[in-house]
């Protein structure tokens, strides 16, 4: 396969997939881009040479709890915000008038024998009925069957409605909801649940840390006092020429 | 995950719009919210709760509860200008080349369909969401991390000054 075709199947995959609502490619991003500066701002911790190593012990720990809780607490609680407005509208719960009506028209149902549908995503819904019409229109123009224009027509016109129909209509309302989603959550994990689960979890690792470090500097003090007494220490041969000399030798 | 949010979805109360504010308000949403503009309201909503977090965690000592908040404030500012501008700026040359036609179409995909802009749209700001990734790969660690740096030496001995306030 060569580069550009690599390209033009990449583009397409964006296309196909991502073009129907931004919610999943916010989370994906999002996601990618807490990873990325968590890794920049430990860079930068360690690069500012103005914040002592004391503070540092507490700014590392902080920032890698930081990483961790934001980058799963982001990925959970926006995941389920941005699928709980997407499925309010899929489902049918959250609605606007004019999504119920093309709904009726082309018999989608959303309540069968006095029950939500299970499973219901108006979105695909209206996508394959776009499919069937343009499979009916593809039939009645196709050899050995007598061409009715009026019947092409009719197809043509549904499938350029419902089309419409879903980029200006549906599209935005179902993408909308799940951008709200996404941003509810966003806030929240982010601003909220991360910073007061971060902060206990870095100050215990501080706190550990000083302990350790003083724990470390007692150990220390301790081995250079011994060093210290064994060098004031002298040696036995230092003591040899006063017991030789008759005037520092002891008298007997 | 998907069982929570049936869960939830079910019991949450059914709405059926009909025009009014709050369905222009999710259209707006769906139709002018993407990464730039989900980035910049994340970074002022963090600027209005981190910093006081950050400031009054009662686990740490004055002196580190300080240079914690600074260094918040400095990483949302800092975080917040250089994310909303790579977003913002990748979405803006996806855009520019992803016409229809013979010209600038770089970016256009073969199976585009013309008439049906908002997709459209859709797909330029996702790509412009991927790029930007990429750009962030180079502008955190140029960009995003001195610029935190430099603003949290700035802003520590601000809040120091004060000798019993709250952040300033």
Known sequence: MTLANMGKNFKNYMYEHFSTGLGNMLLLTGTLSWILSALGQLAGIAANDKISKEKKKFLYPQEIADAAINIFSFFIVTKATKDIGKYLVSSGRILTKKINSKCITESIDIIKDGKRVKGLDIGNALSTKAAEYEAALKLSKSEGYIIDSAKVTKFEEKIKDLKNFSDDVYAPFAGGMEVIGSVVGAVVSSNIITPLLRNPIASAKQKFDIVNEQIEKQQQAQLEKTNKQALNKQPLNTYQPRLTQPSGGMKI | ?168
């Open chain 2, 1 to 168: 995950m998907i069982k929570i949010t049936n869960f939830i979805v079910k019991r949450l109360p059914k709405k059926e719009f009909n025009g009014g504010r709050t369905e222009g308000i999710i259209h707006w949403f769906g139709k002018h919210i993407s990464a730039p503009e989900n980035r910049l309201i994340i970074g002022a909503s963090a600027l209005l709760s981190q910093p006081f977090i950050d400031y009054y965690n009662k686990d740490v000592d004055e002196e580190t509860r300080k240079v914690s908040a600074a260094r918040t404030i400095a990483k949302t500012i800092a975080g917040t200008l250089t994310g909303y501008s790579v977003r913002e700026g990748f979405t803006k040359l996806v855009e520019k080349y992803s016409e229809f036609g013979p010209k600038n179409n770089f970016f256009t995909p073969s199976k585009a369909i013309k008439n049906m802009p908002h997709t459209y749209k859709q797909y330029q700001n996702a790509m412009g969401m991927t790029l930007a990734i990429l750009g962030m790969v180079v502008t955190n660690f140029a960009i995003d991390a001195p610029l935190t740096n430099f603003l949290t030496n700035f802003i520590t001995p601000k809040i120091n000054k004060p000798k019993d306030g709250g952040v300033q």
